[in-house]
């Protein structure tokens, strides 16, 4: 089946910096989901991006369905920034069973 | 509008018991997807239901099942439970299409004691 791999998997910055999350898959995708997970353990959606890029507030997205990847940009990270990032697609194939990958988990430090 | 609603939130539950989870989706949406979260696994898909009807299943022992109702509300049942389905279940909903965005539920916290 499908891999996810999600780069890096842990990550520290000081509070104002900018970080690229990365997300990589093995195969053609029909959908792909970015979630910011919380404390509590709800998924908050951040983006819906099969492809293209799309921008909101100090957070944007770029997926390139043909060479297989997607980037996650945070720019001038805040603490409430924190918490572990995930990339979810929804293989071409496969039918309507989505895969996670592991997650990035970013530590903003004041 | 009301988002996707999972109850009960938190459960303890004993080996060898049974339990019972429900999602409530969002109005108009016809796809519930069920996820189970461990540390050791990350996020794994067990089952997801449109009208219905069971479209796609993970790889889990039959002791996890699920169902979904006319009005598109969704349970997930695991019998005989053991340590390890200790977890955190997730649920999703979405308009069903293959290319529509999922937006998720806050979780039931499962403890098998």
């Known amino acids: 089946g499908i891999q996810v791999e999600q780069s890096p998997p842990d990550l520290i910055l000081q509070e104002g910096a900018n970080s690229t999350l990365r997300c990589n898959f093995s195969?053609?995708?029909?959908?792909l989901q970015w979630f910011h997970q919380n404390p509590w353990g709800q998924l908050i959606n951040l983006f819906y991006?099969?492809?293209g890029t799309k921008q909101n507030g100090r957070l944007s997205a770029t997926t390139v369905a043909t060479e297989r990847y997607s980037l996650l940009y945070i720019s001038s990270s805040q603490t409430t920034d924190s918490g572990v990032y995930f990339c979810a697609v929804v293989p071409y194939t496969g039918g309507f069973k989505t895969i996670f990958g592991a997650g990035t988990r970013l530590f903003v430090k004041a | 509008k009301a988002g996707v609603t999972q109850t009960p939130r938190y459960l303890i539950k004993t080996r060898g018991q049974q339990v019972t989870l429900s999602c409530s989706p969002i109005?108009?949406?016809?796809?519930v997807s069920w996820y189970q979260q461990t540390p050791g696994q990350g996020l794994q898909f067990l089952f997801e239901?449109?009208?219905?009807?069971?479209?796609n299943k993970g790889n889990f022992p039959g002791r996890f099942s699920g169902r979904q109702f006319s009005n598109s509300r969704s349970e997930m049942n695991v019998s005989t439970l053991e340590l390890g389905d200790s977890a955190l279940y997730l649920c999703?909903?979405?308009?069903?299409?293959?290319?529509?965005?999922?937006?998720f539920g806050q979780g039931t916290r499962l403890t098998v004691v």
């Open positions: 991006i099969p492809s």
């Open positions: 109005s108009g949406h016809r796809s």
């Open positions: 239901y449109f009208s219905e009807t069971q479209r």
């Open positions: 195969d053609s995708v029909n959908n």
């Open positions: 999703a909903s979405s308009f069903g299409q293959i290319n529509t965005e999922a937006f």
